[in-house]
């Protein structure tokens, strides 16, 4: 079986080739996003709603900490939202943030995302 963290990179590669076709290889078909019930298809409709909004949005892992079935990563971010986004208008503005993120994989695939974007780094340089 291939390690969470392989698991884990390989899910980011997904995300970063907007290869929405195999998200279900990565993600559960029952994912929950900050205690929400998405479900694989409101999950990709979430990620395909942010790529929209930000279509320079890549994502890269600054660190990375596995205690399966649980992984924990932070996430850095450099992009320029179209408009608005975080209820932030950004006017085609660049910026640097993070997002914390909490995962629980189940049989293999992502189950339960818990998510926290340092939305104050965002609002001091707009």
């Known amino acids: ?5 392989t698991r884990y990179r390989a899910y980011i590669d997904c995300l970063n080739a907007r290869n929405w076709a195999d998200l ?7 994912v929950e996003h900050n205690e929400r019930p998405l479900g694989l298809a409101g999950y990709r409709a979430m990620l395909e709603a942010d790529v929209e909004a930000i279509p320079d949005l890549a994502f890269v892992i600054d660190l990375l900490v596995c205690e399966p079935p649980h992984l924990a ?11 608005e986004f ?24 992502i189950r339960s995302v818990l998510s926290v974007i340092d939305k104050q780094a965002i609002e001091r340089q707009l």
């Open 1 to 5: 079986m291939t390690d969470l963290a």
């Open 24 to 30: 279900g290889r990565h993600v559960h078909d029952d």
């Open 73 to 83: 990563a932070r996430l850095a971010f450099t992009c320029t939202p179209k408009a």
């Open 86 to 109: 975080l209820g932030l208008p950004f006017n085609g503005r660049t910026v640097s943030f993070s997002e914390n993120v909490f995962y629980t994989y189940q049989e293999g695939k």
